[in-house]
Nanobody, 123 residues
Framework: QVQLVESGGGLVQAGGSLRLSCAAS????????MGWFRQAPGKEREFVTV???????YDGDSVKGRFTSSRENAKNTVYLQMDSLKPEDTAVYYC?????????????????WGQGTQVTVSS
């Protein structure tokens, strides 16, 4: 069983930056691909980005060029650096883990989820 805990959310002005962290425990972190998703009130959960177990990243269209995911296997942690934030980025952000070497943009493919962290971007 893998436990995921996100941190780093908060309130930021448009154009600002935040870095989210997701700490994992209870599994072989280096073997998992790690995804980031977000969900705004009244909307479906949206794919943000994924980093494979080999460190290759794939970004969602709405965050391409602004958000960057990275991982530090020695610390069992994945990061989401968010720059040039916009009010429409306001959501609860979740990290998720998927076993195996194939990545996925579908939230239904992920086995483990964190509790989420709120990001609010003011205009």
């Amino acid at each position: 069983q893998v436990q995921l805990v996100e941190s780093g959310g908060g309130l930021v002005q448009a154009g600002g930056s935040l870095r989210l962290s997701c700490a994992a425990s209870g599994g072989t972190f280096s073997s998992y691909s790690m995804g980031w998703f977000r969900q705004a009130p009244g909307k479906e959960r949206e794919f943000v980005t994924v980093i494979s177990n080999s460190g290759v990243t794939y970004d969602g269209d709405s965050v391409k060029g602004r958000f960057t995911s990275s991982r530090e296997n020695a610390k069992n942690t994945v990061y989401l650096q968010m720059d040039s934030l916009k009010p429409e980025d306001t959501a609860v952000y979740y990290c998720a883990a998927r076993s195996g070497r194939y990545v996925s943009r579908s939230y239904t493919s992920y086995e483990y989820w964190g509790q989420g962290t709120q990001v609010t971007v003011s205009s």
